[in-house]
Nanobody, 119 residues
Framework: QVQLEESGGGLVQAGGSLRLTCVSSRSTFRFAAMAWYRQAPGKHRELVANIADRNVENYADAVKGRFTISRHHTKNTAYLEMNSLKPEDTAVYYC?????????????WGQGTQVTVSS
C-alpha cells in the first residue's frame, strides 16, 4: 500500500508564498504522474497541477504563473511551490499519484494539508 504524506501548509498573508511537500512511501518512479488537488469549503475537489513523464507540467488556469509543481525521484518527493497567494487559494491541498497498471487506473491520495490565505 502506497502512503503519501503532505506537509508545508499553514496560514499566510495574501501575496505570500508556501511550499508544499509530498513524501511517498514508494519510489515515485513507479507513478506515471503526480498531482496536487485542492478542495475549498463547499466546493468540489479540483486539479491544481500535474507532472507526468518527461516532467510535462499542467496547471489550472487559476494558478498558472504563480504555482510550480516538481518532483524529485531520488527523494520520493513532489513539491508545489505557491507564490503570490490569494485568499481564493484557501483550501485543503491533497497530493495524488496516479497512472494505469494492467489497463486499470490507480490513484493514491494523501490526507491533505490546510492552506489559509488571509486578505
Amino acid at each position: 500500500q502506497v502512503q503519501l504524506e503532505e506537509s508545508g501548509g499553514g496560514l499566510v498573508q495574501a501575496g505570500g508564498s508556501l511550499r508544499l511537500t509530498c513524501v511517498s512511501s514508494r519510489s515515485t518512479f513507479r507513478f506515471a504522474a503526480m498531482a496536487w488537488y485542492r478542495q475549498a469549503p463547499g466546493k468540489h475537489r479540483e486539479l491544481v497541477a500535474n507532472i507526468a513523464d518527461r516532467n510535462v507540467e499542467n496547471y489550472a488556469d487559476a494558478v498558472k504563473g504563480r504555482f510550480t509543481i516538481s518532483r524529485h525521484h531520488t527523494k520520493n518527493t513532489a513539491y508545489l511551490e505557491m507564490n503570490s497567494l490569494k485568499p481564493e487559494d484557501t483550501a485543503v491541498y491533497y497530493c495524488n499519484a496516479h497512472g494505469t497498471r494492467f489497463a486499470r487506473r490507480y490513484d493514491y491520495w494523501g490526507q491533505g494539508t490546510q492552506v489559509t490565505v488571509s486578505s
